[in-house]
């Protein structure tokens, strides 16, 4: 089973996309409930907003 989880965070790293990271996130998490996911994810979106706000301000 090890193997397998491995497998897929190598595929999800070559494709070096948000949605991926966001994906490898609820995938590693998937034994949350949803509701957790979206608080997980809402928190990253208002992170990534704040640092580019401050950046680009």
């Not at 070559?14 to 966001?22: P, V």
Request: net charge positive; glycine share 6%; charged share 20%.
């Amino acid at each position: 089973m090890q193997w397998r989880s491995q497998k897929k965070i190598s595929g999800i790293e070559r494709m070096n996309d948000k949605k991926s990271i966001s994906f490898l996130l609820i995938m590693i998490t998937g034994s949350f409930h949803c509701e957790y996911l979206l608080f997980i994810q809402g928190n990253l979106q208002l992170t990534s907003e704040v640092t580019h706000y401050l950046i680009y301000k």
